[in-house]
């Protein structure tokens, strides 16, 4: 009997050893998986902050351009001259698809449900932005753009009907960039710099 107990006391010992042993292995695999999905969402938001900041520069750069267009296109109309529309050429597609990838709620809610709520609508805010950069850049292309002379005012010297669009497509354009910047600058960029941090 004493020979029995022995061998269930050993057999109990060996099993406790197997399940410490399993359940410690379980545990160092799991500390290991976290620890590596940590440093992917760092990398990806360290990433996703520096693209959100080339955007921010090209954003800015682009309003400074669009600022001085429709400036100089209003301050010649005022002093009586005819100034004529001229294409602009607004690309930034680089930063502005990594930036509409980024601000999709799918993969913030995967990473971080709470910078998914404060981002809402982001993805939505790039896309209307590529939209309307797409949209006056076809406009430019088709009216302003001609082997032949274009004839942009009338007789009494005023800006035709059809090419009202420009000063009418920058504002809008112009709009539309200052709501992406700021959510940029005042949603994103600290979101994502306090998960970094």
């Known amino acids: 009997m004493a020979k029995q107990r022995t061998s269930l006391i050993k ?7 197997v399940f410490v042993g399993v359940y ?8 290991q998986e976290t620890k590596r999905e940590t440093k992917i969402r760092e990398r990806y938001f360290s990433s996703f902050s520096s693209e ?5 520069f090209d954003i800015s750069n682009t309003q400074k351009t669009i600022d001085k267009a429709l400036t ?6 005022e002093n009586g001259e005819k100034p004529t529309p001229k294409p602009l050429n607004i690309i930034f597609e680089a930063p502005m698809l990594i930036t509409r990838a980024g601000f999709n709620d799918d993969v913030f809610i995967q990473l ?3 910078l998914a709520a404060s981002l809402s609508g ?8 590529i939209k309307q950069i797409e949209r006056f850049n076809q406009l430019c292309d088709r009216q302003l753009i001609s082997n032949t002379p274009i004839t942009f005012y009338d007789r009494q010297a005023n800006l035709k009907p059809e090419f009202h669009w420009y000063q009418n497509e920058l504002s809008h354009l112009q709009g539309y960039m200052r709501n992406l910047d700021k959510m940029i600058n ?4 600290p979101a994502v710099k306090k998960l970094i941090e």
């Open 122 to 129: 982001g993805y939505d805010n790039v896309q209307l932005v």
């Open 72 to 77: 100089n296109f209003q301050t010649a109309i």
């Open 52 to 56: 959100l900041n080339k955007l921010s």
């Open 186 to 189: 005042e949603g994103a960029i």
């Open 112 to 114: 971080d449900a709470s």
């Open 24 to 31: 410690g292995a379980f545990e160092l695999n799991r500390y």
């Open 11 to 17: 057999f109990i010992a060996e099993l406790l050893i």
